[in-house]
């Protein structure tokens, strides 16, 4: 038996001791000790669905290819990785750190979810503050390679436990730079939820730690993930057509 396979599990599917030590390698997914993180639900590409079949935004229906994870969807998992959340962190005070703009969505539904665990547990439920932080390594549809990161006062994570929250692991260079960086100023932990992760040839090899869905190697656009600050305003994560790749490469005008 592995490690992993002694863990006990519980009916929800969560390992029930965790303990997770912070690493700073800025390439390599991070362990938890003996614990494995909970897997995404895997979204194949033929997972797609006709664009017949949802509302879609006016504006940005011609630019659409396919629908992949319904907002619906979307809104179910958020809850159970707050429910994952929740007993990694149990009794412990976290503080969220929205990554600005795209993790934006994600924040707002994970803390609806977080907060009506305050109403309805005596105990067991995970205190947060929050902050923002914005993190930039993609320009258009690729990697720049490089993460500018502005607007956090980073001074004031010293012995927090941070949790990030991000919009999607894509090659990973975003988180690979900025869970060091974060790391220098002396939190308790920091520890990374995802919505989304890639699968793709270009990954870094970073692995999140809470993550909703992995997702194949296309372009995703929609809630709160942009192409060119397009496409935020959608309610579905959906793949992105070249008439969308063309209309929107300068931005939105
Ligand atoms: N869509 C939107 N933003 C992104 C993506 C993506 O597929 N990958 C990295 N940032
Ligand atoms: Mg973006």
Redesign the pocket.
């Given at each position: 038996l592995s490690q992993s396979q002694l863990n006990l599990v519980d009916a929800h599917g969560g390992q029930l001791s965790t303990s997770a030590p912070i690493s700073s390698s800025p390439s390599q997914g991070r362990m938890y000790g003996a614990v494995e993180r909970l897997e995404p639900i895997l979204v194949e590409s033929s997972d797609q669905k006709s664009k017949e079949n949802f509302l879609l935004p006016a504006h940005y229906e011609s630019c659409i290819k396919s629908i992949l994870i319904s907002h619906g969807q979307i809104l179910d998992r958020i809850q159970k990785l707050a429910y994952d959340i929740r007993r990694h962190y149990k009794g412990t005070t976290i503080h969220l750190l929205c990554v600005l703009k795209?993790g934006s969505a994600f924040f707002q539904d994970l803390q609806v979810c977080l907060r009506n665990f305050h109403n309805f547990t005596n105990q067991d439920y995970v205190p947060f503050t929050f902050d923002f932080i914005r993190a930039k390594s993609?320009d258009g549809t690729s990697s720049t390679g490089k993460v500018v990161v502005s607007g956090c006062d980073m001074e004031k994570l010293r012995g927090k436990d941070v949790l990030l929250v991000e919009?999607?692991v894509?090659t990973g260079t975003t988180m690979s730079m900025l869970v060091p960086l974060l790391v220098e100023h002396g939190p308790a932990s920091v520890k990374v939820a995802s919505l989304l992760e890639?699968r793709t040839p270009r990954s870094c090899g970073f692995k999140a730690d809470f993550v909703g869905f992995s997702v194949p190697d296309e372009?995703?656009?929609g809630y709160c993930?942009?192409?060119n600050d397009a496409f935020r305003d959608m309610n579905h994560i959906c793949v992105i057509n070249d008439e969308g790749i063309e209309k929107f490469k300068d931005g939105v005008k």
């Open positions: 795209g993609y919009d999607i894509d890639k372009f995703v656009i993930l942009d192409y």
